[in-house]
């Protein structure tokens, strides 16, 4: 990291009580983007009751960090855009401003564009306007300010999502005209745990498409020699049940998803390109004419194994994505992004951000017909931080200018406890959405989010992370069904918007 004297840009903040960094220590993970919401690598630190964020950048930014809403959870909120100046700003203030003006103008861009607002709904607004007020006219009495913008979070925050409900419910309605039941794809992620799938009834009536997951370490788990019997089966399976099918992704950037004997060549470059190359031709020809949607590549634009720079990530992305194409011209291929927040910019320097990545990719002219965009919230490491709906539908809005339809994969904890099966390692944290994490918080935050993403027309398909705790997944504690083979109160929700929205 740059030393904090060789930085340019600060943003200073005063601290109500003084000691509000030892109550919520996450303030830490603060850091600064442009008007362009990428994030600069920024360094924050505390001395006595100020909090400085820095960064190499002489200009206005808007500062994100995690702050705890009562009676909500802890989000990652922002500030509007702010200028360097002498006199720190005050934290709560600006974090109050921030998330009203936000509301203020997604609610005026949705109005505009035929949403109806009910009385209640304005109603809120202008008690949110009112305790904003306070406390910015609240200036020689910092302690009775914090407490007004606090307040003027926890109005704001909910009704945000309240907000959000609204204007799906009333899109959905809107689609509906058009199309009696929508063609989004619901889908989800299944790999050697053909067993919990096949023998559920409930599955086929929540889901109308399968991803199988071809992982490289499941299919080649030795060099040269391929595991195919499961997704054979499963395959078969999905056809016999006219269930779309998306393969892959083929490769993921994550070290528990690749083969351990590759990473025997791992100083070799040239060799690893070879080796990802004959893997994508062998998988799709196996199964082209059978799999027409394929996930080539996951997370390159964060991936952290075989200890390759972004370069060489960018390389073999291009180079798997050719291969692909040449193989099967007739098929739709994808590209997944992690983290589309980019949050990991602002601690390590990147050229792209998620953003720039697919973008560079899709001007490349390298048949990429579709965008994938993972939202994982309830993790620690390299997931994204906990936002309420309104984050999550700026967010997918911005995406959808590349011009090229969205792939949304879903993955939120049912509880803290401890998951044997799951192979990511990742610990729990990350923010709060409605309180702790449980079996219920699960359910409603699936139920909304995936309304929210289906009344968008631009996203195609809809992913869910693994449907079986007990079958080995990722994502610790995100399946539908208990390792007892019960089902958890989220695949009712699954089940329900299925039958009344999707064919």
Known sequence: M????????????????????????ELGAAYITGMDRVPSRTQVQVTGDILTCYRNLPESGVVHMP???????QVMLRTATLREQDEPYRLQVELARGKVNQLRNQLGDWELMGLAIPASIRAEMRAVMGKLSVALTGRSQPASAARAAEAALAAAVPLSDKLCQLYADQLLKYRHQQY?????????RVGTDVAAVVNSPEFCRAFNAVTVQLTWKDVEPAEGE????????????????KLVIKGGPLIQWSPNSLPAWLWMWEDQFDTLLNFASDFVETVISRYRGRIRLWEIVARSNYGVALSLEEEKRVRM????????????????YLITLVQPWAEYMARRD???????FADALIRADLGLGAIGVEIVMGY?????????????????????????????????????????????????GGGRWHGEWSEQTQADWLEQTIRLVAAKPYVQEIDLSHFSDAAPHEFALAGLVRTDGTPKPALERVMSFRQHHLR
């Open 380 to 428: 620690d490491k390299d997931a994204s931080y906990c936002r309420d709906h309104l984050e999550i539908s700026e967010m997918l809005d911005r995406y959808a200018v590349l011009g090229v339809p969205l792939h949304v994969s879903l993955a939120v904890p049912s509880g803290w406890g401890a998951d044997e099966k799951a192979s990511s390692g990742w610990s729990f």
């Open 67 to 73: 702050w705890p809403i009562d009676g909500f959870g």
């Open 350 to 356: 990147y050229e792209y951000s998620p953003l720039n």
């Open 180 to 188: 009696p039941q929508l063609n989004t794809l619901l889908s989800c």
């Open 2 to 25: 740059y030393p904090f004297e060789a930085m340019m840009g600060t943003l200073r903040f005063a601290l109500e009580p003084p000691d509000l960094m030892q109550k919520v220590p």
């Open 226 to 241: 391929y595991n195919w019997e499961p997704f054979d089966a499963l395959v078969d399976w999905c056809l016999e049940n």
């Open 317 to 332: 992305t291009v180079r798997a994505l050719r291969t692909a194409r040449d193989l099967d011209p007739e098929a739709t």
